[in-house]
Structure formats: structure tokens, C-alpha cells
């Protein structure tokens, strides 16, 4: 093997740039370590997460614990339903500027100061390798298939392997270390503090953390025992098990020589009295076999069935490192080992920050080194939240969703408590900003205050989850009921105007201004395209399920009217759908969220063929956002903009949204950030957010390519780009209930496509190009289409599995402008 080798600094480490073929099918390897946490690799279960920098001589994991926040103010909300009248005759009598204010000033008088709480990091293990020369054919890796990160170098004649993986059953981290040479694993081991470094205030200064902390060495354990969290006390035990060596107690640590291999099991504790929780977890670690393959075979196996429940192939080159195809998009598209790379990057992140009986993953997933994280590492509601979990139903990672779907239930009780408050409505008022430990409004600024539609937005996953898996008892016992809340609100928020039709107001087109508003940054609006997009969804989506069900046919007559009331959407001057359907509010383009196109995406209800005027309004909508050029997008942006070009049919447009954000917001370690990294320096580099909502939009983004659906039409690749002219995936979910396997060639103008249904169904297809030829393993399943000859008609019962082979004539979507 060639090597080409680069010396980093003083460090008289010698790393292999481009490393050896790795032993994982799906992964990423990269070829030095990393000095920061941003850049280091991730590993998790959901719960726990793991950030490993990968250093040889001085090893640094970051833990974090879902469960720990800090700094969070819960004040009782004052009443306030009175106020809203009066706000509303402010904005009736054209007082935007007087009305905008209202509602905060007014709940401030009356001593609220609720405050969002702030993730924070668990602590740090440390491990020391005593090796007496460079190293030499490193590589720092992570097995997406089962989560094991590895890292991996040789010293003198030995080669040397530590791996971790955070075990998803047993509920611990596990690592090992080893060497190819008998009685050659030496070093040090303690838990640590998490590095004070990262304990910056919001500008960028040095500060305290407020914690105390001890570290405590007992026998074959090392304690970390912490305070001040807001649930109490939080850390981690660490058990420490050798093979042929010795083990002593060392400084606060735990000293390790002369052994085959060092297992290091970690167990965590958190918002739990320290004297409760680390007798537990010694008896835990203790139970625990001391076998690193037993312990890890039984988290890969779990870990696993969730990765490949769906897997795509857009190529077979697997092996670049990181850094050359980072180095490559700079000044190339991206390729389709990046694409591939970072569709299974965002699928291994959801699978390992998100289960069921745990919580929702925050701005960072379960992933933070901050003391004081960018806007707390809270729940976005108003888009984040929602990007993270796009890819989950149709990427068939059901387990992960069940997180959401527990979260918000969960916290009923609150959300009806501030629409009682705040509005004196019914139902259920869920914040746009919240953190996990309270789902009562904290922050009352009037982008905040006025946004009421993200319970809305929230309840279209729940149906979803009828439409993707056909789980009538889910439908039942969760979407329905939530759905209900939702529309509850809006049958007493809603009011009629003069000419009989709905109005929405005070509402919120997420955190843009009007145009003619913007020297007084007015942020409480009037009839926000997105809050009637999202109030019609919430009553067709549930008129539909009790409709199946037979149930609520009093509510159904109430919110079939709600539906004949709305208004009609508007188009502008320019042809663009507007984003406040009331006169007194003119489009501001100059913005990088994209709310008002809601009907084409993420929601369904606007589609080519069921409204092709406001679909090509929508279209005309995202082309006038492009104005405000790069410097003004995000890494969430551009994955929103990706998605949306997807549903519009437009490969060339989405692949260039993908390809801005591969050059520009992401990081090393494939990490997606708020702001762009390319060509700003080290400074702003520093200071950059980690999210992780466009690294979970990406996948999100190549489903909406390859195969999009609603309840009733599944479009077969319909944003195809030239780049992917060929390619297979298997095990997607679709709107339609029918679980989609496909094989395409467009060389050859040729798709081979497995349908398997989830539940009973009747739905259209729709190809890329002209159907030349289809044979079908059930022909009496398929039959010509009202739409054309691009389409055809599909009846399925449950369980039928369709098989179809398809011929193209003209693929025109190939060069679509």
C-alpha cells in the first residue's frame, strides 16, 4: 500500500490521508483526530451520546445525557384571555405597530419571566495510550450499521484499536482497547468534568459552567458525581475490566499495564441522587458480562435492524475519507458517494438520537459540548423540530418517531393550559421554543407568542403514521385524539370576517415581516398563508380518520364547515403565492424561511394535478426567495429548499440545494451547521451552531427525489438528477401505505418497482416519462389512469405484494429547467 502521509504540527503523529479499505459496508472514515467536539464522531442509543475526538495519546469522549438541562424559569402563565380582543381591534383598526407589542408588554407587567432551559454536557472520559513512537495508519471510523466508532493506528511494530459503542439494551457505553502484540495495551483512565474550553457565554467569553463535580476511585469503579442541573444531581460510573494485565488506582484514575485488552464500561446517571444512582450502577456494570463482543453483538443486532430497514444504493465506492470528499465538493457537484454518505450520516443519526420511551432530539440531537449551546439546544417548533423527523416515516425508522409521538402526549395537560391562558380557547397551544422539561410558553416575544400553529404542523405527523404503516389502533388511540385537541383550538380561535369567510389573527408567517413593515419589525400578522395551510390540513386530515373509523359525526359536520369557510389562497402581482392573504401585509422576499409554500411542502394538499395554478404560484414563491442570494440561507434553509425543488419535480434545482449545502454548511465530521463554514477562518468557525436538522433534512430530501407520495398518488422518482441515473433502494414507506422497493436504469429508460401493502388502498402511479411498456405480477392490480399515459391505477389489500416492470418512452424530468 502507498502512503501518502501528512505531519500535523508538533504532534508527531503521521496520518495515512487517504486510509485503508474500511471493514464497515456503510460508514465514514476520517484521517486525523479531531480538537474540538464539533468535529468529533458520534455514537448514541437514543438516550446517551458519545462524541469520540479520536486523539492516540490522549483521548477525550464527551458524553451527553438527553435528560440534562439547566437554567430553566417555569412561571405560572398569568390569564390572559382577555387581551385578545383587544389586540384584535388594534389590528382591525390597521394599530399593527401598537398591536405587535401588546401581548408581551402585557404578560410582563404582570411578573412573567419564564425562561427556556439549556442542555448541557454530562462529562468527559479521558484515556491516556502509552505508546513510545508516532503513530502512523490512522483512521477514526464509524460503522452506521451498528454504531461502533473505531479508532485505529500503528506504533513501532503494533497495531493498536480502540472501540466504543453506546449499547442500546444494556443502556451503557462500552469501549476496548487493544493491540495485535500480547501485553501491549498500556495507559490511564478517569472521568472528567467536561472540558472547561467549551464554557463560553454568548459572547464568546470565558465563564463558569455552575456545576460541582468530584471524581472517586473505588476498587475497579471510577465515580463522577455532579450538581446543579435543574433535576438534581447527574454523572456516571466507570467500570474498568483487563485481560493479562494490571490495574491500579492512580491520581484520581485508574492505571492499566501489560494487558491483551482493556474493557471500559460506563453506565449513567441523571436528575437522580447520587447515592441512589451509583450503587445501581456499580451492581449494573457489575452484572454485566466483561465481554466486549458479546456486549456489543447484542446492541449491533438491535442497532442494525433499525439502520437497514431502508437502504439505498447510489453507488458501491464507499471508501473516501471525509476530508477528500469535503475537498472535492468545494470545487465539484457533490458526489453520489457524499449523497450516499450523507443520506445513511442523517439516517445513523436519527436511529442513534431518538426512541421510543425517550425524548425528542433537540437543535443538536443528543450531541453537545456547549455549556451555553446556541439557543439553548431547545426545541424548534416552527421548523427544526419538524426537519428532524421528516425522514423517519418514510425512511421506515418508526422506532425513533415513537419519541415525538410520547414527548408531546405526554404534555397534553400544558399545552391545553396555555391556550386556556393565553387565548381562552379550547385545545391545545403548543410553543414554538420549548425545552424538555416544561411545555408551558416560556419565551413571549411577538414571533413567539403569535405563532399558534405549531400544534397544527405536529398533528400532521401523527396521521401520517396512519398513512405510512396502516396502524388503524394508532389512528384510534393517538392521532385522533390529537388531532381533535388541535382542532378544538381552531374552532375558538378562528373568526369569521366580514365577508363570511375564516380569518387567523393574530398569526405569524414563522419570523419574516412584511415588507412595508419592516422599519417597526411588526410580527403579529393577519391571515398567514401558513396558519390556513396548516388549520385546513388539521381538519381534512381528521374528517378522513373518523370518517374511517365511523366515530365523531358531530364534529364532522362542525369541521366540514370549518373547511367550506376558508378562504381561497392568493396570488400576487409577481405570480407568487402570497404569504399573508390580507391586504395590508406585502410580500418580503428577503427571508430564509419558506412558510407560505406549505400547501406544496411539507404539506400535501396542493399537488401538479390537484391544483396546478397555486402549485406553479409556489414554485414562482421559492424562485423570488433566491433574491436575498447565499449569504442569507442556512444549512436548514437550503435542506427546506431541497425538499421543496423535490416535491416542484425539480432534480436540477434540488440537487443544487444539496450540493450548496455540502460545500458550505458542513463540517468534518459531516455535521450540518446554522451558518456557512467555507473560506470564513477559524474564528467564525469557532462559533458556528451545530444543527442537526438539515443532517436529518438531507435524507428527508433524496426520498422526496426518489419516490414522493400522498394518500392517494406515489411519484416514482419524480426529482430524478442526471447525477443518479442509476441506483436501487429497498424498504421505504409511502403516504399510500404501500412499502416501495425500485431498481432504475435511465440509460435504459428502465424501473424495476416492488409494492407491498401496509393496508387497503387504491392509488395512482406516476412515472417519469411516458409508458412505453409495464408488466405487472398482478395485472388485474393495475389499469389505465384518468390522468394519462404517464400514470396508472393501483388497487391493493393489504398484504399484496406488486411487482413491476416499466419501459420509459420520453423521460423529459431528466433536463427539466
Known sequence: MVKNMVLLGTLGIAFLAQGAEPAYRRGMTMTKPSERWQDALPAGNGQ??????????????????NELWVGGRNDDLPDMSGELDV??????????????????????????????????????????TDTETKAEDYARTVDFETGEI?????????????????????????????????????????????????SLDRRGRPTKPGFTYKTIVDGDFVEFRADGSDGGEFGGVLRVLNTNGKVDASDGGIQFSGADEVVLMIGFFANEPSNTAVPRLKKQLGALSGSYQELFSRHAKMHRAKFNAMELTLTSNLDTSNEQLLLDVRENPASRELVQKLFDYGRYLLVSGSRGGSIPMGLQGIWNGDYYPAWNGLYGINENLQMAYWQALPGNIEDSMMAFYDYFDAHLDEFRYNAKQLWGCRGIYIPPFMSPDSGVLHH????????????????SFYYDYYLFTGDEEFLRT??????????????????????????????????????????????????????????????TNLIEACELLDIEQDGVKRWKQMLADMPEYQVNEDGAICEWMHPDFKDNYEHRHQSHVYPVFPGTEVTEESNPEIYEACRVAIEKRLVIGLQSQTGWSMAHMANVYARLGDGKRAMDA????????????????????????????????????????????????????????????????????????????????????????????????????????????????????????????????????????????????????????????????
Open 48 to 65: 446517551v451520546g458519545a462524541l469520540v475526538y479520536g486523539s492516540v495519546d490522549a483521548e477525550r469522549i464527551l458524553f451527553n445525557h
Open 478 to 539: 393517538r392521532a385522533v385524539p390529537f388531532m381533535k385537541e388541535v382542532a378544538l383550538f381552531y374552532e375558538d380561535y378562528i373568526v369569521k370576517g366580514e365577508d363570511g369567510k375564516n380569518m387567523l389573527f393574530p398569526s405569524q408567517s414563522p419570523e419574516n415581516v412584511a415588507s412595508n413593515m419592516m422599519r417597526d419589525r411588526v410580527k403579529v400578522q393577519m391571515n398567514s398563508t401558513i396558519a390556513f395551510a396548516i388549520s385546513k390540513e388539521v381538519f
Open 658 to 817: 444539496l450540493n450548496i449545502l455540502a460545500s458550505n454548511f458542513v463540517g468534518e465530521n459531516l455535521f450540518t451547521y446554522h451558518d456557512g463554514l467555507r473560506d470564513v477562518g477559524v474564528k467564525t468557525r469557532a462559533v458556528a451552531p451545530f444543527q442537526i436538522d438539515s443532517n436529518c433534512g438531507i435524507p428527508a430530501a433524496v426520498i422526496e427525489m426518489l419516490c414522493g407520495s400522498t394518500a392517494n398518488m406515489l411519484r416514482i422518482l419524480p426529482a430524478l438528477p442526471t447525477e443518479w441515473s442509476t441506483g436501487e433502494f429497498d424498504g421505504m414507506l409511502t403516504r399510500t401505505g404501500a412499502r416501495v422497493s425500485m431498481r432504475w436504469d435511465m440509460e435504459t429508460k428502465s424501473i424495476e418497482l416492488t409494492l407491498t401493502a401496509m393496508r387497503d388502498n387504491e392509488f395512482d402511479l406516476k412515472f417519469p416519462g411516458e409508458v412505453s411498456q409495464l408488466t405487472a405480477s398482478s395485472p388485474e392490480a393495475v389499469s389505465d389512469s384518468t390522468y394519462g399515459n404517464r400514470y396508472r391505477s393501483v388497487n391493493l389489500k393489504k398484504g399484496d405484494e406488486l411487482k413491476l416492470s416499466v419501459e420509459l418512452g420520453d423521460v423529459s424530468f431528466v433536463n427539466h429547467p
Open 87 to 128: 389586540v384584535r381591534k388594534l389590528m382591525l383598526a390597521g394599530k399593527y405597530s401598537e398591536a405587535n407589542g401588546y401581548y408581551s408588554s402585557t404578560i410582563r407587567k404582570q411578573g412573567f419571566k419564564g425562561s427556556n432551559a439549556r442542555c448541557h454536557p454530562a462529562f468527559d472520559m479521558l484515556v491516556t
Open 444 to 459: 413571549t416575544s411577538p414571533h413567539v407568542i403569535h405563532w399558534t400553529d405549531a400544534a397544527g404542523w405536529l398533528a
Open 150 to 198: 473505531e479508532v485505529a493506528w500503528s506504533a513501532g511494530d503494533s497495531r493498536f484499536s480502540r472501540k466504543l459503542f453506546v449499547s442500546i439494551p444494556d443502556d451503557v457505553s462500552v469501549m476496548s482497547i487493544t493491540a495485535d502484540k500480547s501485553g501491549n495495551v498500556n495507559g490511564r483512565v478517569t472521568l472528567d468534568i467536561h472540558d472547561l474550553k467549551d
